[in-house]
């Protein structure tokens, strides 16, 4: 039986979220520092909302290319946006060092990390370039070791958050250290879903470390439910001949727009309501749309001694560990 005994913090629900809350409820960012993974999708109108709110916004992602012009086109919608794009293969453990230790380098520090590009099912089976499977070694080990290499600069800011976004798919996924990389058995949606429910225990885990540790990090997850993004509409067997194609045809009125998709992500990331430990999602039809709302955490999601095992593993695979930190909050009491 999954080992749940410290996970009722995590979705404590002790304050009351704002109905219906949209971009008009969430707070200036005026001075915070943020990265948003993803330069398309989801991670486009985070990004965009939160350089609308006056963030400091970093828009990371692999295509440079595609990259310029998510920038261009945020400072077409927002003239004073500041806003820079930052070359980021999540698929790469070198690329993600080397990220880091550039953002290390200019800046002290970071309000904000948005964990959030993802690939979603390839038809067949695909390796970063690391050797790892492609979902787990993009969506979910790639950012983990992101998230650890740049720990010490959101330490060094009081309120930091991390927000990691899973996915309703989740519900259906199982950590299988047996095959981890899915090289006995390949089934698409479900190496998908095993690397959505990782992002979502490492969010949790992540919380768990912080608050013994005392490094002043805030983690949160967040789900956008069923969105019209890029990554749904042209993944792959979005044929209109194949079954996925065709669901995706007749259904599409069902999907919620991308800006509506990223609210619980902006909730997670801005708003005062939002938990350490907490997981947001819509609040309608099964948490597939709707306004951000806490979402229900998959029992599988709650096995702590699983989540403490694929943590050690991860550490291993991406060759990375937490650094020594000290809290901003911290030293302040000191001073």
């Known amino acids: 039986m999954p080992d749940t005994s410290a996970t009722t913090a995590w979705n404590r629900g002790g304050r009351v979220i704002t109905p219906k809350w949209t971009t008009a409820n969430m707070p200036s960012q005026k001075g915070r520092s943020v990265v948003v993974t993803g330069t398309r999708g989801l991670g486009f109108e985070t990004a965009l909302e939160l350089a609308r709110a006056g963030a400091d916004v970093i828009i990371a992602g692999r295509s440079l290319q595609g990259g310029a012009d998510a920038v261009e086109r945020i400072r077409a919608e927002v003239s004073s946006a500041s806003i820079r794009f930052e070359q980021l293969d999540l698929a790469s453990l070198d690329s993600v060092k ?62 930091a958050r991390v927000v990691s976004l899973s996915s309703v798919a989740a519900r259906q996924g199982a950590i299988n250290f047996d095959d981890l990389q899915a090289t006995a058995k390949y089934d698409a949606m479900q190496t998908y879903s095993q690397s959505k429910l990782a992002c979502l225990m490492f969010a949790f885990e992540l919380q768990r470390r912080s608050e013994g540790g005392r490094w002043g990090v805030s983690s949160i997850a967040a789900h956008p439910g069923i969105s019209k993004t890029d990554l749904l509409l042209n993944a792959p067997g979005s044929s209109r001949l194949s079954v996925r194609g065709v669901m995706r045809t007749l259904l599409g009125f069902m999907f919620q727009p991308v800006s509506q998709g990223a609210l619980p992500t902006l909730f997670a990331a801005t708003s005062p309501e939002a938990e350490p430990g907490g997981y947001y999602g819509p609040n309608r039809m099964s948490e597939t749309r709707g306004f951000p709302s806490l979402s229900k955490i998959p029992l599988a999601a709650q096995d702590t001694k699983t989540a403490a095992r694929l943590w050690a593993i991860s550490e291993q695979l991406a060759n990375v560990s937490v650094p020594v930190l000290e809290s901003a909050s911290s030293r302040g009491r000191l001073l």
């Open 98 to 159: 080397a990220f880091a230790d550039r953002l290390r380098t200019r800046q002290g520090g970071l309000d904000v990390l948005i964990n959030n590009a993802a690939v979603m099912s390839p038809p067949k089976r695909e390796e970063t370039v690391d050797g790892y499977e492609l979902q787990f070694g993009t969506n979910y080990l790639g950012h983990f070791a992101l998230t650890l290499q740049l720990l010490p600069l959101l330490s060094n800011r009081v309120g």
